[in-house]
Nanobody, 121 residues
Framework: QVHLQESGGGLVQAGGSLRLSCASS????????MAWFRQAPGKELEFVAA??????TIYGENSVKGRFTISRDDATLYLQMNSLRPEDTAVYYC????????????????WGQGTQVTVSS
């Protein structure tokens, strides 16, 4: 288990950009398989993107491909979000796990508290 903290959320107009960050209390995320999930109002939690320790990436639904980019360094996980749409409005969570069994929320043992992203039309 690792304590995670997201930052970088906020209110942005459609077409704008935001960069989310996620840091660990231990000072490093190097050992972990990392991911971003989001939960829109009234909807279930959904997978956005993940990144392995090697740096290889996996993206979820087609609507974020080409607009969102996940990346990492030793200390921080990032999600660069461009060309934002109102349907991207959600609470965004980072998640971590020492293993990389899958992309379901149950595969991740550590979660941040989330950061709100609101995209106005």
């Amino acid at each position: 288990q690792v304590h995670l903290q997201e930052s970088g959320g906020g209110l942005v107009q459609a077409g704008g950009s935001l960069r989310l960050s996620c840091a660990s209390s231990g000072g490093t995320i190097s050992p972990y398989f990392m991911a971003w999930f989001r939960q829109a109002p009234g909807k279930e939690l959904e997978f956005v993107a993940a990144i392995r320790k090697s740096g290889s990436t996996i993206y979820g639904e087609n609507s974020v491909k080409g607009r969102f980019t996940i990346s990492r360094d030793d200390a921080t996980l990032y999600l660069q979000m461009n060309s934002l749409r109102p349907e991207d409005t959600a609470v965004y969570y980072c998640a971590a796990d020492l293993t990389a069994y899958g992309l379901d929320q149950t595969d991740f043992g550590s979660w941040g508290q989330g950061t709100q992203v609101t995209v106005s039309s």
